[in-house]
């Protein structure tokens, strides 16, 4: 869980899933500039500057690439989960085996294959970042189990109910206002975070990533 409504959005977003916000592991080899997520509400923004009080309390000002890309979150449902489906799942290992989700984003299909792959993540220790295939999505007691597939793999995952679950939404620079929620994958530099793309909060759906 890669850098007007409907046309522009599966064109435009495309290119922030699968640059950013659901990003493959980094190798060392690629000698790509180092990954960070900036979590948080902003303060302001203006041009290309947004500053922004990150969920660890502190402010950080984060410089927006030229041609940066904005998107925000919709609600979705578990039930809307099919087989065939593209997802990024976060994820913590359960007590009992497997792992039980963070946080699921359902992809549209033209971001199929964002990110593909698990690795680590970091909304929480030891969590884990699953793009996948989903194989089947069964019914349980108290949520969902899916299976999904992903490079030659598969992976069990337990949405428990309540687990928040989003799908990509539109949004405009107008949405960037104080107080807004908003997750950020960006590239470390000198001058501070460097983004390219910015998950924005919206009609009280905040980025669950």
Known sequence: MIKTILPALVL???AVASAAILPAPIHAEDQKPEQIHVRGSIVTYSGSALKVKTREGETV??????????????NAAVTDIKPGDFVGIASLPSEGGG?????????PPAMKGA?????GWD????SSMTNATVADAVK?????TVTVSYRGKEKKISIPDGTP???????TKDDLVPGAVVFIPAEKAASGPLAH???????????PM
């Open 12 to 14: 435009g977003l495309s």
């Open 61 to 74: 000002d984060v410089t927006l690439a030229d041609g940066w890309k904005l998107a925000s979150v919709a």
């Open 99 to 107: 792992d039980g989700a963070l946080e699921v984003l359902i992809f």
């Open 115 to 119: 990110g593909e792959g698990s690795y």
């Open 123 to 126: 909304l929480k220790p030891n």
């Open 140 to 144: 349980g007691v108290d949520g969902r």
């Open 165 to 171: 679950v989003v799908t990509i939404a539109p949004a």
């Open 197 to 207: 793309q910015v998950l924005v909060g919206k009609n009280g759906v905040v980025p």
